[in-house]
């Protein structure tokens, strides 16, 4: 990179754009969306039609969600991998995150809402609901123009069935001293889509096919569309999965809020045969993404440079 030059995400405007419209708006952006993910793996998405309110009240919201006490927060729990309540970790202390098994029905934000707050808390349960109908419009819109990019229309109904959401919270201490601290170490994301939205305090970083850290800055109406490593799997490494990190300095605290499209149990994640060829090999045999994230957490899965490649790669 040569000095002075600014490294940015590809950037893409999906304000008013509908995925049972397919007019030359879509056209344009699923190009767009295809070659940012070929690339980068990743793009910041506007959504210009989002309320101003919305954002300041998931932030608010996240807030007294962090504030209330360790022995509240730890209420939340679930034996599904990343969905309970994590932090307190020796090697990243300025982290702490809680997942959110959210549902198309609001019944399920209002559950998670009674577990910390037993007498109710609805404005909390209405906000959550709504970013999460906004956030899943996201990762489906995606999702289409993806699979009609590679001609998979074919298999579009498997595919958006075959997947549940996790919405998961994050708060990142600043760190109040002059140098930067780690935030999250440097991983890939093991799941389908990521979409991110944070508060105005930056901190992502995410790593370039040659190497460079491309640190984000994000709007009130802007997220991170990101791929993971099921994604790069089942379209055989036509979209890039990238190596990203969360850099933390200065005082204020970033919250962030992400929703993670995650291959159900049992469905076994395969690259359809029209995207493997001679010239695009088979990259990975087909895997159980739950069974591979048990391997993930062994020692064996912790230690490898690239853990889906070490479990399945041909
Ligand atoms: O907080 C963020 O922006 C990134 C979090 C992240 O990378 C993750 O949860 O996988
Ligand atoms: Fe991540």
Wanted: charged share 25%.
């Amino acid at each position: 990179m040569g000095l002075g030059t600014q490294l940015k995400l590809p950037f893409i405007d999906f304000t008013n754009l509908d995925q049972n419209t397919k007019t030359n708006h879509w056209n344009l952006t699923k190009s767009q969306v295809h070659r940012a993910l070929e690339e980068f793996g990743c793009f910041e998405a506007t959504l210009s039609d989002i309320q101003p309110e919305l954002h300041t009240s998931v932030f608010d919201s996240l807030q007294e969600l962090f504030d209330l006490p360790l022995q509240t927060k730890l209420k939340n729990r679930s034996i599904k991998p990343f969905h309970g309540y994590l932090g307190q970790y020796p090697m990243v202390p300025l982290f702490e995150s809680m997942g959110i098994d959210v549902a198309p029905n609001p019944d399920k934000a209002e559950s998670f809402t009674k577990i910390l707050w037993p007498e109710g808390n609805p404005k909390f349960s209405k906000t959550i609901q709504e970013i999460y109908e906004k956030l899943s419009k996201l990762d489906q819109m995606v999702r289409i123009m993806v699979l009609e990019s590679l001609g998979l229309e074919k298999y579009m109904d498997e595919h958006m069935d075959s997947t549940n959401y996790l919405l998961r919270v994050m708060k990142y201490k600043g760190p109040e001293t002059k140098d930067t601290k780690l935030g999250v170490d440097s991983h890939t994301d093991k799941n389908l889509v990521t979409i991110l939205h944070q508060n105005e305090v930056d901190g992502l970083e995410v790593q370039t096919k040659s190497g460079d850290w491309i640190k984000v800055q994000l709007s009130p109406n802007s997220f991170v569309v990101m791929i993971g490593d099921s994604f790069y799997a089942w379209t055989n490494g036509r979209l890039h999965s990238p190596y990203h990190r969360v850099m933390m300095s200065g005082d204020n605290a970033r919250y962030s809020i992400g929703l993670f499209s995650i291959p159900k149990a049992g469905y076994v994640v395969k690259a359809p045969q029209e995207v493997v060829d001679d010239e695009h090999p088979l990259i990975f045999k087909p895997f159980d993404h739950f069974e591979f994230l048990q391997f993930y957490y062994t020692e064996a899965g912790q230690r490898a440079p690239y853990a889906l490649k070490a479990y399945c790669g041909v």
